[in-house]
């Protein structure tokens, strides 16, 4: 019996449900409780690295230099039993996966240039290292002697890259030589046919893993559902941005999300507010790699952004003794009155930023509407964060 065909029939508290935001989804067949055992996935169903090495395209893997990661292992794999069609093992599985995705690799450079700048840039840099991918394969594969390749093309990798990108869970990969391992993101994953039609929520408290006595990827839920709900588990503590980047999708009123401030931003308070003593404040907050994680969200300013502010307010003689009011976390009154109108500032900035940036108004393009969410969440956050500011 093929795989693909044995997961449909492993579906025991929860079945497909259509989602109005993406279309898919999994609903309680019956009441479940905290401490439920909502997916147990045999390990045999799942598609590891090891797998793709041990298939008709593991040649070409082992001879890829540099290595390919795990991911890009992944992909490739995929593009091949993709080009099977109904002869692969697997075919139910990729017969369950959508055609395209939202992720900006699907994006046209007309709408990249609509996200915000920081977004941007990141998914720059996402778009370029799938292209080197991409161009290695393609070399290695020219490379082998009778060795056709119609069956691989930018498209279909791009496809590939993406299931993998936004469908596998956190599993750690056996180390082989054959594969280059890294601390990004493309290393310890599976994909788990049928987990992956589990959507995400920002209030979701669970835990998954494999279970090494049962020998299968549990997922583990410690929310309620009633029976006929919608059943959510969380793909980590993301933001929409991370959310956007990463899987094409962003989340009204997201708890998780936050405004990153660039520390370009924050040397603009220098001019406005005539700090004085700045490289030395500049060198105490490097040093002590406070520059980063400098965001806000609905709980405020974080820990390093009040502190950098904080530091940037100091007179001399506090500066010289920073640590003892760093531990404090206040100096006094007028140093703290400083630091909210400093930020108040940075709030006021990139509020009127955001703005004037152009947003795209068709409500028939989802791309669309995805720079629009995007730009709202962000503009909630300053603003909620600018009037706790004002009190």
Known sequence: MKRGRTW???????????????GRGLKATRTINPGDVIVSLPETLLITPVTALESAVGDVIKRCRPRLTPQAALSLFLVYENHLGSR??????????PAVFSTPLYWTPQELGHLPPAVRESAGHMIDRHRDVYDEIVAVLKS???CHTGWFSYDSFQWAWTVVNTRSVYLETKQVPLLQFTPSGETNLALAPFLDL?????????????????RCYEIKTFNKFKKHDQVF????????????LEY??????NTHNVHQFSWTELCNLKRVFKISHWQKKQSVIFDNRLNQDLTCSTSGLSWNLHNVLMILAM?????????????????SDENERCVRQMAAWLMNEAIVDYKHMKVPCSETNPHDRLVSSLLQGQLDILHKTWTTLQV
């Open 198 to 214: 589990l959507n995400h929520s920002d209030s979701a408290q669970m835990e998954a893993g494999h279970n090494a006595k049962t």
């Open 8 to 22: 449909r029939n492993r579906k025991r508290n929860i079945r497909d449900k259509v989602d109005e935001y993406t």
């Open 233 to 244: 588990i969380s793909y980590g503590y993301h933001d929409n941005q991370k959310l956007f």
């Open 144 to 146: 082998l002697p009778h």
């Open 315 to 331: 007179s001399w003689d506090e500066l010289e003794s920073w640590k003892r009011w760093y531990s404090n976390g206040t100096i």
């Open 88 to 97: 692969s093992d697997w075919f139910a599985y990729i017969q369950s996966v």
């Open 248 to 253: 094409g999708f962003t989340i009204p009123g």
